[in-house]
C-alpha cells in the first residue's frame, strides 16, 4: 500500500514539474525550462514530451544541435510527435542541414499537409537548395489553400528576388500588402 501511494506522489510530481518547465518555456526562461524538463527525464527518460519540451527551450537558445539530439531522443520515443520532426527540421535548417531539414518537413506534412508553416519552410529550403522549381510548387500549394496568408507571399517574394524576377516579387509584396496593409513587415520587404 505504501509503494503505490509513492508511486501516485511521484505521478503528481513529475506532471507538476513538466508544467512548471512548460510555464517557465513560456516566459522565456529557458535555462530554467531546461532544468525542469531535465528533472522529468531523469523520472522517467521512456517519456517523448519533456524531450520535445527541453528540444524547443534549446532551440530557443539558439542551441540548434542540442535541439536537434533532443527531437531525434523525442522520435525514437514517439515516431508519430510531429511538432518534433516540424523543430527537428528547423533546427536542422539552421544549421544548413537542408537535405535532413526537407527529409524532416516532408515527414510532418505525412501527417499534417495542411500545417502553413512547414510548407513555408519546406518552399524555404528548397530555395537554399536552389530547387526553385520545387519551392515554386510548395508556395503555389500553400497560396492555393491559404490565399490569405500573407508570410507565404512575402517569403515567395524574396525567393524571386532571390532570382532576379524583381516583377514576380513586386506582385507578391503588392498581394501582401492587399491583404494586410497593416503589416509592417510587408513594407519592409
Known amino acids: 500500500m505504501f509503494l503505490s501511494a509513492l508511486f501516485v506522489s511521484s505521478q503528481v510530481n513529475t506532471d507538476?514539474?513538466?508544467?512548471?518547465?512548460k510555464n517557465a518555456l513560456y516566459f522565456e526562461d529557458y535555462v530554467l525550462a531546461i532544468?525542469?524538463?531535465?528533472?522529468?527525464?531523469g523520472a522517467k527518460p521512456y517519456l517523448a514530451d519533456p524531450y520535445y519540451f527541453r528540444a524547443m527551450s534549446k532551440f530557443m537558445l539558439d542551441d540548434f544541435k542540442g535541439a536537434e539530439e533532443d527531437a531525434n531522443l523525442?522520435?525514437?520515443?514517439?515516431?508519430?510527435?510531429?511538432?518534433?520532426?516540424?523543430?527537428?527540421g528547423a533546427a536542422r535548417q539552421n544549421q544548413e542541414k537542408y537535405e535532413l531539414a526537407a527529409?524532416?518537413?516532408?515527414?510532418s506534412l505525412e501527417f499534417f499537409p495542411e500545417d502553413r508553416l512547414t510548407l513555408v519552410n519546406m518552399a524555404i529550403v528548397n530555395?537554399?537548395?536552389?530547387?526553385?522549381d520545387v519551392a515554386e510548387k510548395f508556395f503555389e500549394v500553400l497560396l492555393r489553400r491559404f490565399p490569405d496568408y500573407v508570410p507565404g507571399y512575402l517569403t515567395r517574394g524574396q525567393m524571386h528576388l532571390?532570382?532576379?524576377d524583381t516583377l514576380k516579387a513586386l506582385a507578391d509584396y503588392d498581394k501582401a500588402i492587399e491583404i494586410d496593409p497593416y503589416t509592417a513587415q510587408s513594407f519592409s520587404a
Do not use: W
Open 16 to 21: 507538476r514539474v513538466m508544467t512548471i518547465g
Open 35 to 41: 532544468q525542469y524538463f531535465n528533472q522529468v527525464i
Open 74 to 88: 523525442c522520435i525514437e520515443r514517439n515516431p508519430y510527435y510531429t511538432s518534433a520532426y516540424q523543430l527537428r
Open 103 to 107: 527529409t524532416d518537413y516532408q515527414r
Open 127 to 132: 530555395v537554399e537548395l536552389e530547387h526553385y
Open 162 to 164: 532571390e532570382r532576379k
